[in-house]
């Protein structure tokens, strides 16, 4: 009952968006709320990897700053990809891009459904692209976007001499998720299988 009353808080605050934005953002906010939000119904793994990649997307970010091919890279591409100059790689669709990992580590981390919120103008790609980019903090951005460098992009941080850096807090994400991945899943396991916990990991 109070799922269904939520989603309708949600449709109703999200009024004057596309319906088909509005639909993805609405069923975004459902599973993150769905999904644990506390130490005790998570592994001490999950919950440190969870925080180590909001700290990680944050710097990765700020890194990224002032970067140029973002804002042309999606000229001549169909759409959604190239309805707007820049983000071409926001083109995809918001599931392709928020499965439930990426968001089991955004909520552990301290995303809120409130957090997810769209921006205004025409749907084009995920819910959260925007014609001046994304409108989510980076923080509680999926860790595939914020890690994600393409060809353009790779040479201009190339000439700025920042790539060597881009490349190690691309590789300390991609293990820190793979990491979170593994004792995500393996916890699953554990609790599909009834089998108690044997190692006290837990906080």
Same mark, same amino acid.
């Given at each position: 009952?109070?799922?269904?009353?939520?989603?309708?808080?949600?449709?109703?605050?999200?009024?004057?968006?596309?319906?088909?934005?509005?639909?993805?953002?609405?069923?975004?906010?459902?599973?993150?709320?769905?999904?644990?939000?506390?130490?005790?119904?998570?592994?001490?793994?999950?919950?440190?990897?969870?925080?180590?990649?909001?700290?990680?997307?944050?710097?990765?970010?700020?890194?990224?700053?002032?970067?140029?091919?973002?804002?042309? %890279?999606?000229?001549?591409?169909?759409?959604?990809?190239?309805?707007?100059?820049?983000?071409?790689?926001?083109?995809?669709?918001?599931?392709?891009?928020?499965?439930?990992?990426?968001?089991?580590?955004?909520?552990?981390?301290?995303?809120?459904?409130?957090?997810?919120?769209?921006?205004?103008?025409?749907?084009?790609?995920?819910?959260?692209?925007?014609?001046?980019? %994304?409108?989510?903090?980076?923080?509680?951005?999926?860790?595939? %976007?914020?890690?994600?460098? %393409?060809?353009?992009?790779?040479?201009?941080?190339?000439?700025?001499?920042?790539?060597?850096?881009?490349?190690?807090?691309?590789?300390?994400?991609?293990?820190?998720?793979?990491?979170?991945?593994?004792?995500?899943?393996?916890?699953?396991?554990?609790?599909?299988?009834?089998?108690?916990?044997?190692?006290?990991?837990?906080?």
């Amino acid at each position: 009952m109070f799922v269904s009353v939520q989603r309708l808080i949600d449709s109703v605050r999200l009024r004057g968006h596309p319906s088909s934005r509005v639909k993805e953002v609405v069923q975004l906010r459902s599973e993150l709320r769905a999904l644990p939000h506390r130490s005790q119904q998570v592994s001490r793994i999950e919950l440190e990897r969870a925080r180590e990649l909001r700290q990680l997307r944050a710097e990765l970010s700020a890194t990224l700053t002032d970067v140029e091919s973002c804002k042309s %890279c999606a000229r001549g591409y169909p759409e959604p990809h190239g309805f707007w100059d820049g983000g071409n790689c926001c083109g995809a669709t918001t599931r392709a891009l928020f499965d439930e990992t990426e968001l089991a580590t955004l909520r552990l981390a301290g995303t809120t459904a409130g957090a997810l919120d769209p921006p205004s103008g025409p749907h084009a790609g995920c819910a959260f692209r925007g014609e001046t980019g %994304c409108s989510l903090d980076a923080v509680d951005r999926p860790n595939i %976007c914020v890690r994600y460098v %393409c060809r353009d992009l790779a040479r201009e941080l190339h000439t700025r001499g920042l790539l060597d850096r881009i490349d190690e807090l691309r590789d300390a994400i991609g293990a820190a998720y793979k990491a979170f991945t593994e004792a995500r899943e393996a916890r699953l396991l554990d609790e599909a299988l009834g089998v108690p916990d044997l190692i006290p990991e837990r906080t």
